[in-house]
């Protein structure tokens, strides 16, 4: 989760969850405002209010008071719904394949891929909500998802859950295809053509793994920017939706603006594609024997 909450922070210019300055409670709204507002807080180091895309995560707790209720504030909204998702994701990708191959033999590569980017855009439907549920209750400082889907129903209506959805179909699908697609068939290849992963399946696991997260991470980390900062501004006052969002951002900082907070981002997807490609793995190995018993 505290990631999570880098990559967010970073990602629409809000202050780490801290007490700058023992002027703000850990819990207080006040701690998670919009960089704009940052300036009534005191004067830090603007390092601090505006974390570097390079600045590691040590680095940044040491020079500030930390609020660990603040780092992980949405954890609850941010996990809870993960399994779920993720197995809706690969019985998708499983039931898509099946119609695809006529479950009479293995799909090709690009088949691999392009069924796993269906399944990741079908997913949207509840991971977009999710992510924006996440956002909110970091950005509002509310202590459950519950209370923060209320107060977004209440001054959005229902259909405010879904701001930021067409950006999270076009992440989710790259996601997908990442860890369905790219890691396997990346670590098929060492496998198969390089001596040492012959005979070392974990690190062939670990390096297919890094491969396809590195891959997702980059081709999908300035859409999920223009998400976010869409996201966090749920009423669109500076931005109307997350396309526009996309330009504002690479107007007003470059390409390193939408890059912001990739670094995290990019090692907790390389972490999450070698679990659940271990898990998979496992999953159909048990599946495969008792077929055979």
Known sequence: MPLITLK???QSKKPFPTTIGGTHPPHSP??????????SAGPPHPRLIYPSFYLPLSIIIARTHLSLAGWFRGVTAAAAPLGPITAVQVAVNGAIERVVTGGDRDPTDPERVGVAMAAGAVSSLLYSPVDLVVIQQQKLGLDSPGATISAIVKEHAASGMMRGFWSC??????YTA?????????????????EYFKSNDLAATIVGSSIGGTVA??????VDTSKTCAQSDIAGVKYPNART????????????????GGLARTARLCGAFFI???????AIDWKTARAEA
């Open 178 to 194: 990442g860890y369905l697609g790219l890691a396997p068939i990346a670590k098929d290849y060492l496998t198969g053509n390089v």
């Open 169 to 174: 179909v076009v992440r989710e699908a790259i």
């Open 276 to 282: 659940i490609n271990n898990i998979r793995e496992a």
């Open 8 to 10: 967010i922070c970073q």
């Open 30 to 39: 006040t701690s998670l405002r919009c960089s704009t507002d940052a300036r």
């Open 217 to 222: 991470a980059v081709l999908t980390h300035p």
């Open 245 to 260: 969002a996309l330009g504002m951002v690479y107007k007003d900082g470059g390409i390193g603006a939408l890059y912001g």
